[in-house]
């Protein structure tokens, strides 16, 4: 018995899910979108926490499928904070009169392939029974853990960044201990830290962070961007971050110090390009590492100032071509205050949680009242391993395998967005892969009707890895032009 027939079921109300959505409804296909959060957002539903903000600029972090819905919308800073990010994600829901066909707060537990009739049936934690043609997953990535932490005997609140819809928790007055931190505690840290009546930072593995320059945006900024609408539609896909930047400066033409104010420039400029817009090499050249290392180091020291927290929270053991880098609103200030504790975990380990907080491995007690997680989406972990999926002969799939992210042999018209090699938002600008991945859908469907076939399916699995987001893009659109050759259409 089933509850619902369509033709396309997508999983996911985020950024992927909403383009999903929309784009395939434009098809004239029955679409229907289901997500376990409270709202339209995704990722930015979920992180409402203080601090959580976009380190991509916002005018790069809009979808281009239609110039309208982008010129209509108008960021009030450079880098918008998560919840204005999540009012954009619902703005564009109502603009596009997307809820009619979205169940919110309804996860989706299994999807079935009944290979004979090369449909799927979904059932979902409401009981709900769907069969569907097409079952896209726009799952995003499931929350790292902070840290391998048993809590159950803590007597006090345990708060996680990755489940913090906006305004639910506050922290003003209490013990706070934030572990982690990674860069969800570089963003919570200093928004917190002026109304805690005390925090303890809990650091187990040091990000390297530049200071945020984070004007605000009005009309005369709002006119400027808009006014590259068509170029940024244009270049975004091409690029290999779907950022803007892209690096230029070849190190041989400059002189060392050239480079070292180009670099001092570029960091003083408060944004991504310090890597995205500088030297060529970064990732590829150990010595163009250095050097964008030695300038992000030299300024993270300066603002420390104190030798212990230069040990605490500066990383030692990798540059930043493959550490997180992220930017920061005072987070390093924020450490730095008297009332803050920083406590390096890799020195001192967490021995136990207790009901009065966290005992370390020296002994040391940290009293608390609340003890925050700080997690972040894991890029290892697809959400789309936590539902049972049964391919061809009851068959569990596996994430991980895939072709171009997009399809799995055996699991005909299941296509997924968050699946490796699709590019993550360590290295990508996400609403530029969504949006080209969900636009890709929706053509291969076509193609598909126009060719009068039922069922897509992937012969094969690969590349294993891509050279960013242009390189992705492109093999997702020369495999299309070709006619899906490494796809079987029945
Ligand atoms: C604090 C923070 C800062 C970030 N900054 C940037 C940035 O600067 N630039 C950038 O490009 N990206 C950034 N990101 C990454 C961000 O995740 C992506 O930009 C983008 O939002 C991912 O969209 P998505 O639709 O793929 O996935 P998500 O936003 O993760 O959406 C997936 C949705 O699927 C739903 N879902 C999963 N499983 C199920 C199920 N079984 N049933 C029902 N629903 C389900 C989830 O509830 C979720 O709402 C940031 C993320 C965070 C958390």
Not at 157 to 182: C, F, Q
Not at 366 to 389: F, K, Q, T, Y
Not at 438 to 450: E, H, K, P, T
Not at 465 to 489: M, N
């Amino acid at each position: 018995m089933v509850d619902r027939e369509l033709d396309v079921l997508v999983i996911g109300a985020g950024v992927g899910g909403l383009a999903a959505l929309h784009l395939l409804r434009a098809e004239g296909l029955r679409v229907r979108a289901y997500d376990a959060a409270g709202d339209v957002g995704g990722v930015w539903w979920w992180h409402g926490h203080p601090g959580s903000h976009l380190d991509t600029e916002g005018p790069a972090y809009q979808f281009s499928f239609c110039e309208e819905l982008y010129r209509d919308w108008g960021w009030s800073e450079r880098y918008p904070a998560g919840y204005e990010v999540q009012r954009w994600l619902r703005f564009v829901a109502d603009r596009l009169d997307l809820r009619r066909d979205l169940a919110l707060r309804t996860r989706v537990v299994s999807a079935h392939l009944d290979d004979a009739r090369g449909r799927w049936t979904v059932r979902t934690d409401r009981g709900e029974a769907i069969d569907t043609r097409f079952v896209v997953a726009c799952t995003g990535l499931l929350p790292g853990p902070a840290a391998d932490l048993a809590t159950d005997d803590f007597a006090g609140t345990v708060l996680r960044t990755s489940d913090w819809p906006e305004g639910r928790h506050d922290l003003a007055g209490r013990r706070v201990g934030v572990v982690g931190p990674g860069t969800a505690g570089v963003q919570l840290v200093p928004w917190i830290a002026r109304d805690t009546a005390h925090l303890t930072v809990l650091s187990c593995a040091p990000v390297w962070v530049v200071a945020r320059s984070n004007p605000v945006y009005g009309w005369a900024e709002r006119d400027a961007y808009r006014a590259r609408f068509t170029e940024l539609r244009t270049t975004l896909p091409t690029t290999t971050t779907g950022d803007r930047y892209e690096p230029r400066h070849r190190p041989a033409d400059l002189e060392p110090a050239e480079r070292r104010a180009l670099l001092e420039d570029l960091r003083r400029d408060g944004s991504r390009r310090l890597w995205l817009d500088g030297l060529t090499g970064l990732g590829t050249d150990p010595a163009v590492d250095a050097e964008v290392t030695a300038v992000v180091r030299d300024a993270m020291v300066a603002r420390l100032g104190d030798p212990r927290l230069v040990d605490a929270l500066v990383p030692a053991d990798h540059g930043v071509a493959t550490g997180p880098v992220a930017l920061d609103d005072g987070y390093l200030e924020a450490c730095a205050r008297p009332d803050v504790d920083v406590v390096d975990l890799r020195r001192d380990p967490i021995a136990a949680v207790r009901p009065e907080g966290v005992v370390l491995a020296s002994g040391a007690v940290h009293d608390l009242d609340v003890l925050v997680l700080a997690e972040e989406p894991d890029a290892g972990a697809p959400a789309l391993g936590a539902i049972d999926v049964r391919g061809r002969d009851g068959r569990a799939l596996d994430p991980s395998a895939s072709l171009l992210g997009l399809a799995a042999p055996g699991f005909p018209n299941l296509v997924t967005t968050a699946a490796p090699p699709a590019p993550t938002s360590r290295h990508a600008v996400m609403t530029t892969v969504r949006e080209h991945q969900a636009a890709w859908i929706a053509r291969a469907v076509r193609d598909l009707d126009a060719a009068g076939c039922a069922t897509l399916e992937a012969v094969g699995t690969g590349p294993a890895t891509v050279d960013g987001v242009g390189d992705y893009l492109a093999r997702c659109a020369a495999e299309a032009a070709a006619g899906y050759p490494s796809f079987r259409r029945r």
